[in-house]
T-cell receptor
Framework: DAGVIQSPRHEVTEMGQEVTLRCKPI?????LFWYRQTMMRGLELLIY????????DSGMPEDRFSAKMPNASFSTLKIQPSEPRDSAVYFC??????????????FGDGTRLSIL | KQEVTQIPAALSVPEGENLVLNCSFT??????LQWFRQDPGKGLTSLLL?????REQTSGRLNASLDKSSGRSTLYIAASQPGDSATYLC????????????FGEGTQLTVNP
């Protein structure tokens, strides 16, 4: 079992550039979550997909952020244009939710993003 | 709006001690509550998930309890070991479709040999 795979592990770029973070969830999981973690704000849920459909994106900070899930095995989180305050660790997680039960979320190792 | 608070923010204990981590939440209409562990530079690892209809869950040396009416959960760690050193986070699922997952700020645990 490969677990949740995120890429890249580290990204350093200059402000104004477009940043794309990628996530491959665990096969068979139907829920996917994008989180952001900073020292100041802790861990925040950005967006949650269920069966490839965005269910709750109220945590997305602003229009510069967008997320897609074109199929069950891939998701992207895009920031355009990037700003220094976007620097954080971005986590992707997946789980199975259905038939009245929910299984624990499995997290990837995260993408450490630095915007200069 | 759901708010989750964890106390204490940091805890340092000698090896072998039993300890309790606390989590409180403001909206008792929850679907479930999870306890996670995070090691430095790593993602989160789920430890225990308690459904809203349950009062506790156990896994090895870990026991988590849930009291929805008072908005509290505790994570009990028995016979602590240096390998238990990590940050422990509590997360509550709530909201209209159960889609919101709100995390506490975590308790940083250090178990000294």
């Amino acid at each position: 079992d490969a677990g949740v795979i995120q890429s890249p592990r580290h990204e350093v770029t200059e402000m104004g550039q477009e940043v794309t973070l990628r996530c491959k969830p665990i096969s068979g999981h139907n829920s996917l979550f994008w989180y952001r973690q900073t020292m100041m704000r802790g861990l925040e849920l950005l967006i949650y997909f269920n069966n490839n459909v965005p269910i709750d994106d109220s945590g997305m900070p602003e229009d510069r952020f967008s997320a897609k899930m074109p199929n069950a095995s891939f998701s992207t989180l895009k920031i355009q244009p990037s700003e220094p305050r976007d620097s954080a660790v971005y986590f992707c997680a997946s789980s199975f939710r259905g038939w009245g039960r929910e299984e624990p979320q499995h997290f990837g190792d995260g993408t450490r993003l630095s915007i200069l | 709006k759901q708010e989750v608070t964890q106390i204490p923010a940091a805890l340092s204990v000698p090896e072998g001690e039993n300890l309790v981590l606390n989590c409180s939440f403001t909206d008792s209409a929850i679907y479930n509550l999870q306890w996670f562990r995070q090691d430095p530079g790593k993602g989160l690892t789920s430890l225990l998930l308690i459904q809203s209809s349950q009062r506790e869950q156990t896994s090895g040396r870990l026991n988590a309890s849930l009291d929805k009416s008072s908005g509290r959960s505790t994570l009990y760690i028995a016979a602590s070991q240096p390998g238990d050193s990590a940050t422990y986070l509590c997360a509550v699922r709530s909201g209209t479709s159960g889609s919101r997952l709100t995390f506490g700020e975590g308790t940083q645990l250090t178990v000294n040999p």
